[in-house]
Each structure stands twice: as structure tokens, then as C-alpha cells.
């Protein structure tokens, strides 16, 4: 029974910064790439920043140079730092990982998705 449960959301005013946390837990042997989505109504899921277990990044192109994720591999935790955030960034926050449980297959999880509102 492995979960991912996610934290930090919220609202801001544009320009504002919010920190999200996501953490794994359970019987789980490993945590592999993680990955933050976000979902606004009415458009597609779109991947915001993924990073690998050895800490390799990579962002989508709306939120470099705002949005930094990093992850806490002891506490198997990823977390998205949104810096001067925008009103475009409104959306569903949603924390997504490979991870290998203790019968030794690899599943892909997902956190119940935390709200993010930026107002103007």
C-alpha cells in the first residue's frame, strides 16, 4: 500500500511563491523518476518538472527559470519551489512516481492533486 500524499498548495497573489511537498510512503523498495504535472480545466495534463533519482532535472519551458524541483532521497520526498508565479500557472498540481514496491514491480503512482490558485 504505497501513497503519495502532496502539500504546500494554496492561494497567491501573482508574483508569489509556493512550495510543494511530495511523499512517498509505504512498502516500497525504491523511488524512481518523480514528476510534477499540473491539469487546469478545460486543457491537457501537461508535465511541469520531472527529476531522476541521481537528481537530473528537466522543466517545461513556461515555468524555467521560476519553478525548481528537487527531492529529498532519505525522506523520499520531491518538492516544486514556484517562484513569481502567474496566473497561467493556476491549476491542479498533481505528484507522480515510479516506484518499486516490496513484491518488486514498478508501478506508476499518483498523489490526489493539490490546488493552485494565482490570483491577478
Known amino acids: 500500500q504505497v501513497q503519495l500524499v502532496e502539500s504546500g498548495g494554496g492561494l497567491v497573489q501573482t508574483g508569489g511563491s509556493l512550495r510543494l511537498s511530495c511523499t512517498a510512503s509505504?512498502?516500497?523498495?525504491?523511488?524512481?523518476?518523480m514528476k510534477w504535472y499540473r491539469q487546469a480545466p478545460g486543457k491537457q495534463r501537461e508535465l511541469v518538472a520531472a527529476i531522476t533519482s541521481g537528481g537530473t532535472t528537466n522543466y517545461a519551458d513556461s515555468v524555467k527559470g521560476r519553478f525548481t524541483i528537487s527531492r529529498d532521497n532519505a525522506k523520499n520526498t520531491v518538492y516544486l519551489q514556484m517562484n513569481n508565479l502567474k496566473p497561467e500557472d493556476t491549476a491542479v498540481y498533481l505528484c507522480?512516481?515510479?516506484?518499486?514496491?516490496?513484491?518488486?514491480?514498478?508501478?506508476?503512482?499518483w498523489g490526489q492533486g493539490t490546488q493552485v490558485a494565482v490570483s491577478s
Open positions: 509505504g512498502a516500497l523498495f525504491s523511488v524512481n523518476t
Open positions: 507522480n512516481a515510479d516506484i518499486t514496491a516490496w513484491d518488486r514491480h514498478t508501478y506508476l503512482y
